[in-house]
């Protein structure tokens, strides 16, 4: 991905979007669309109220929410820091494997593998 798509990425977050979590709500009476809620505020507030066609789209969007999004963008940063750092060792010297090694292992620390992961319907 380019560093132009996480500067449009960043500058959207930086114009102060609802935060989540949302869900998915079914709109009864207006066949068969989707909205998204956001159940943490008082009160029902909506979006989305003219609806969305497709609950796949509706759940791609809570998926999206921009707490979400900040989170993704933080550990792609400092995974490119690292990456980074283990490039700059290696050239300088050839520095010694295994702390590069080190590096990369504190990087992931923490993460897990959730490429086989379901999510629950």
Partial sequence: MSNDCYKHIRKALEMGPTPGPWEVV????YGGLYALRMPHRSGCTWYGVEGIKRREDAEYFVACDPDTIRALLEERDA??????MI????????????????????ALAGEGDDKHERVEE
């Fill in 87 to 106: 490039v700059k060792m290696v050239e300088t010297d050839g520095f010694a494997w295994d702390y590069a090694m080190d590096v990369a292992r504190a």
């Fill in 26 to 29: 079914g709109l009864s009476g």
């Fill in 79 to 84: 995974l490119r820091e690292a990456l980074e």
